[in-house]
Structures are given as structure tokens and as C-alpha cells.
């Protein structure tokens, strides 16, 4: 965060988002990214770790899962932010025809989250793009199978409310 007040740091960064949500409907796709370019200045480009995180539990070597429910509510909307931000720089990327970009940007997101189906969509659009086509036919396969078990999970739910 840039400043002592994380909450202010949240809210300029979620203006920006907003104004490069505006600038990317309108066509302005330069606006668009340097809105969300200006998010890090606000909050950062790495999500927080906590101290458990760093120096890992057990000696195993590994960190810990990340637990979003140890986190503080405003840390967990920034985290969010700034995937969304990392996001929205690929979708751009994908509209100006910068694969590479493109590319990198969701690497980025699914870096912290695998299941992101937006960046593995576009991921395996720019990798396609790329002519990685066992890449992209991965992120593509990956990204229907996380749709598909979210469709049943949701048919499940339905069931055992039912019941």
C-alpha cells in the first residue's frame, strides 16, 4: 500500500478500475490500461503475505495454503482487486492483438488463483494466438472442466436445499 491508510489506497485503486472499466467500453483501450497500470500505485503488485506464509509451518519447507478467512476483510478485496486488475490489463492486451502481454497478465492471476477461468480462457486464446497450441488447448480444456464442476456443484446445491 502506498500510504498509512489501506482503505484509502483501496478506494483510489477501485476508481481507477472503474475509470478503465469506462475507458475499455468506450474503445479507449490506451485509457483503459493506464487506469489499471495506476491501480499498483495504490495497492501494490503482490499480494500481502503474513508471516506464516514466509516462514513456512513445520520446517516442511513449503508454505502454508493461503487462508482467506485468517486474512483481514479489506486485504482479501485488495488481493481481489488486484487480480481483477491483472485481468482486466490481459483483456485489454487481447484487444490490442499484444499476445505476449496478453499472456503474461494471466499467467500472472493464475500464478494466485488456478482457477480463474477468465485468464485461462484468455491465456489459451493468446497462446493460440501464439501458435502454443498444446498450451492453449490445456488452459481451454482446464478452463471448461472448472466450468462444468461449477454447473454440477450448483445443480447439487439445488438438489440438497430440496431435500
Same mark, same amino acid.
Given at each position: ?6 482503505? $484509502?489506497?483501496?478506494?483510489? *485503486?477501485?476508481?481507477?478500475?472503474? &475509470?478503465?472499466? @469506462?475507458?475499455?467500453?468506450?474503445? %479507449? ?50 488481493? $481481489?482487486?488486484?487480480?481483477? *486488475?491483472?485481468?482486466?490489463?490481459? &483483456?485489454?492486451? @487481447?484487444?490490442?492483438?499484444?499476445? %505476449? ?22 491465456r489459451g486464446m493468446?497462446?493460440r494466438k501464439l ?14 472442466e472448472i466450468l ?16
Amino acid at each position: 500500500m502506498s500510504s498509512k491508510d489501506p482503505q $484509502a489506497d483501496y478506494d483510489q *485503486a477501485l476508481a481507477l478500475k472503474d &475509470a478503465g472499466n @469506462a475507458a475499455f467500453k468506450s474503445g %479507449d483501450f490506451k485509457g483503459a490500461l493506464k487506469n489499471y497500470s495506476r491501480i499498483f500505485m495504490h495497492i501494490g503488485m503482490n499480494p500481502c503475505m503474513n508471516m506464516s506464509q514466509m516462514m513456512g509451518s513445520g520446517g516442511s519447507g513449503a508454505p502454508p495454503p493461503q487462508n482467506q478467512q485468517s486474512k483481514d476483510p479489506l486485504q482479501q478485496k485488495t488481493d $481481489a482487486l488486484r487480480l481483477k *486488475a491483472f485481468n482486466n490489463m490481459a &483483456a485489454v492486451y @487481447a484487444k490490442m492483438g499484444k499476445w %505476449d502481454d496478453c499472456k503474461e497478465k494471466c499467467t500472472r492471476v493464475l500464478k494466485h488463483d488456478d482457477k480463474n477461468t477468465k485468464a485461462l480462457f484468455r491465456r489459451g486464446m493468446a497462446q493460440r494466438k501464439l501458435n502454443l497450441y498444446e498450451l492453449a488447448r490445456a488452459d481451454l480444456e482446464k478452463a471448461k472442466e472448472i466450468l462444468k464442476d461449477k454447473k454440477r456443484s450448483s445443480n447439487w446445491e439445488r438438489i440438497k436445499i430440496i431435500e
